[in-house]
C-alpha cells in the first residue's frame, strides 16, 4: 500500500491543521490507517488509528480532546484534524497501514504493527 502525507506548515499555537493521508491501494472495506509523530531526538509516537471493519478510533493522551481522525473511503483518503495545536506538537507525522486491518486499542501505537509507511509531513508550531 503506498501511502503519502500531505497538509503540514507552520502554524501558531492555537492554530488548526488537517493533514491528509491519500492512499491509492487502499481497499474500500478493509484498511486500519494510524497516524504517527517524530520529534527530532525523540521516538517514534502513537497518535491516532482508525478502522474500516467497526469504525473504531483511538487517540493517544496528548491527542484526545484535540484531534480527530476520520476516512473517505471512497477517495482513499484518511484524515487528522488538529485543532489547538501546541508547540510540543512539533514533529513530522507519518500516516501507516496496520497489517492486520484493524486497530488494537492496546497495541496502536506500536510502529511494529504497521508495514506500509509514508513519507511524512512537517508541522511546525511556533509563534
Known amino acids: 500500500v503506498q501511502l503519502v502525507e500531505s497538509g503540514g506548515g507552520l502554524v501558531q499555537p492555537g492554530g488548526s491543521l488537517r493533514l491528509s493521508c491519500t492512499a491509492p491501494?487502499?481497499?474500500?472495506?478493509?484498511?486500519?490507517i494510524g497516524w504517527f509523530r517524530q520529534a527530532p531526538g525523540k521516538e517514534r509516537e502513537g497518535v491516532s488509528c482508525?478502522?474500516?471493519?467497526?469504525?473504531?478510533?483511538y487517540y493517544s493522551d496528548s491527542a484526545k480532546g484535540r484531534f480527530t481522525i476520520s476516512s473517505d473511503a471512497i477517495k482513499k483518503v484518511v484524515y487528522l484534524q488538529m485543532d489547538n495545536l501546541k508547540p510540543e506538537d512539533t514533529a513530522v507525522y507519518y500516516c501507516?497501514?496496520?497489517?492486520?486491518?484493524?486497530?488494537?486499542?492496546?497495541?496502536?501505537?506500536?510502529?511494529?504493527?504497521?508495514?506500509?509507511w509514508g513519507q511524512g509531513t512537517q508541522v511546525t508550531v511556533s509563534s
Open positions: 501507516a497501514s496496520d497489517r492486520y486491518l484493524y486497530c488494537s486499542s492496546w497495541a496502536f501505537q506500536q510502529p511494529g504493527r504497521y508495514n506500509a
Open positions: 482508525i478502522s474500516s471493519s467497526d469504525g473504531a478510533t
Open positions: 491501494g487502499l481497499a474500500y472495506d478493509a484498511y486500519a
